[in-house]
Nanobody, 123 residues
Framework: QVQLVDSGGGLVQAGGSLRLSCAAS????????MGWFRQAKGKEREFVAAISWSGGSTSYVDSVKGRFTISRDNAKNTVYLQMNSLKPEDTAVYYC????????????????WGQGTQVTVSS
């Protein structure tokens, strides 16, 4: 079992920045690829970014490329999502997730989920 706790969300103006964190406990963190997903009100959960177990490989949804950066610190059992140049359309609940295989953009392939953290971007 892996327990994930998301944090760092909040209210920010358009153009601002936030850094989300996801702290993991339980099984060996560096055995897991990690992902960030988001779900806006009335919409389906959407892939945002993913990172391999080593941190050497990442992927992003097109809408956040160049603005968001996913990273991890295996010594701290934590994955981060640095979000810059935020837009109102980035408003959503953000979830981190862990899977034992290669990084993936498919939510159903993830085994463990955080509780989510709300990000609200005002215009």
């Amino acid at each position: 079992q892996v327990q994930l706790v998301d944090s760092g969300g909040g209210l920010v103006q358009a153009g601002g920045s936030l850094r989300l964190s996801c702290a993991a406990s339980g099984r060996t963190f560096n055995n897991y690829s990690m992902g960030w997903f988001r779900q806006a009100k009335g919409k389906e959960r959407e892939f945002v970014a993913a990172i391999s177990w080593s941190g050497g490989s990442t992927s992003y949804v097109d809408s956040v490329k160049g603005r968001f950066t996913i990273s991890r610190d295996n010594a701290k059992n934590t994955v981060y999502l640095q979000m810059n140049s935020l837009k109102p359309e980035d408003t959503a609940v953000y979830y981190c997730a862990a899977r034992s295989g290669w990084r993936s953009g498919r939510a159903y392939e993830y085994d463990y989920w955080g509780q989510g953290t709300q990000v609200t971007v005002s215009s």
